[in-house]
């Protein structure tokens, strides 16, 4: 059974941080691409970092570039997203996101809420 377990969010503080994981189990985590995504109410979701199968490359958004830093740890089949200097328009729910790379099936955790606010 396939799961991907979001944990990590909360409400912070512009200028915070926090940092998400995203807990998988039930495939071959070393053999997939993860990428986090985001969505903010009424808006379409959001590519916002990715990281490859060894995590030898990574790749984000315009708009969290130099701010968030994802990482991956295939010992414990987990993803993070490491988020410095929140803004409120970071608010959001996070989505983990599995791909596998020989087939293009992918994966979704249920989503973590991020509410940045003072």
């Known amino acids: 059974q396939v799961q991907l377990v979001e944990s990590g969010g909360g409400l912070v503080q512009p200028g915070g941080s926090l940092r998400l994981s995203c807990a998988t189990s039930?495939?071959?985590?070393?053999?997939?691409?993860m990428n986090w995504y985001r969505q903010a109410p009424g808006k379409e979701r959001e590519l916002v970092a990715t990281?490859?199968?060894?995590?030898?490359?990574?790749n984000y958004a315009d708009s969290v570039k130099g701010r968030f830093t994802i990482s991956r740890d295939n010992a414990k089949n987990t993803v993070y997203l490491q988020m410095n200097s929140l803004k409120p328009e970071d608010t959001a729910v996070y989505y983990c996101?599995?791909?596998?790379?020989?087939?293009?099936?992918?994966?979704w955790g249920q989503g973590t809420q991020v509410t940045v606010s003072s």
């Open positions: 990281i490859t199968s060894a995590g030898g490359s990574t």
């Open positions: 996101n599995a791909v596998r790379i020989m087939s293009g099936v992918d994966y």
């Open positions: 039930g495939f071959t985590f070393s053999m997939c691409a």
